[in-house]
């Protein structure tokens, strides 16, 4: 059965700190992962979505990274600002199902 | 581009009670994913419709049932409500060639369901 955790579970920076959020899996058969962000009782804003295939995506100050033999990604956040204060998770899309399975996320907040 | 939009926004129920949630999928898209988040801990699947056909399902009991139209929006029923019940309900749509197509998945912003 996959499982997915995030750790930390909550982070409070500074703001300007580069930071990494990680996630890991247990089974490395995955087609594909995800991260989202997630503002306080909203939806779901996907961030980067990397196929199985790829070692990293990158989209303006975020980069996200996977190894998939290790069941590992990161979220690498750059000159992390207060707008960046979300909830961040990971999702991974298994073999055969077209689900998502969720993390329970990483709660960051970023200050002046 | 219309996104993904859900109604209603919040909603509050008694145990027992019945519940209809109401998603339109983002244009072109045809198919339709159901997530319940409880408070504190990621999305949990209840199911898909593709095609308006049931194509996958988490672990809910038959009390939780869906329906897709035609124009691929959606229906999240749920009988008999539990104090558990009590989530953060989230439709993601997205353009499936087929039933099974790891596609990228897009969010509405849920809908709030408090059962008292």
């Known amino acids: 059965k996959q499982e997915v955790t995030q750790i930390p579970a909550a982070l409070s920076v500074p703001e300007g700190e580069n930071l990494v959020l990680n996630c890991s899996f247990t089974?490395?058969?995955?087609?594909?992962l995800q991260w989202f962000r997630q503002d306080p009782g909203k939806g779901l804003t996907s961030l980067l979505l990397?196929?199985?295939?790829?070692r990293e995506q990158t989209s303006g100050r975020l980069n996200a990274s996977l190894d998939k033999s290790s069941g590992r990604s990161t979220l690498y956040i750059a000159a992390s600002q207060p707008g960046d204060s979300a909830t961040y998770l990971c999702a991974v899309r298994i073999y055969n199902t077209d689900k998502l399975i969720f993390g329970t996320g990483t709660r960051l907040q970023v200050f002046p | 581009e219309t996104g993904v939009t859900q109604s209603p926004t919040h909603l509050i129920k008694t145990r027992g009670q019945q519940v209809t949630l109401r998603c339109s999928s983002q244009?072109?898209?045809?198919?339709v994913s159901w997530y319940q988040q409880a408070l504190g801990q990621g999305p949990q699947f209840i199911f898909q419709?593709?095609?308006?056909?049931?194509?996958g399902r988490g672990n809910f009991p038959p009390r939780f049932s869906g329906l897709q139209f035609p124009n691929y929006s959606s229906e999240l029923n749920v009988n008999a409500l539990e104090l558990d019940d009590s989530a953060l309900y989230l439709c993601?749509?997205?353009?499936?060639?087929?039933?099974?197509?790891?596609?990228?998945?897009?969010f509405g912003p849920g809908t709030r369901l408090t059962v008292l």
């Open positions: 089974d490395s058969a995955i087609y594909n």
């Open positions: 990397i196929q199985s295939s790829q």
């Open positions: 244009s072109g898209h045809n198919t």
């Open positions: 993601a749509s997205s353009s499936s060639p087929g039933p099974l197509s790891y596609n990228e998945q897009f």
């Open positions: 419709y593709y095609r308006e056909e049931e194509n």
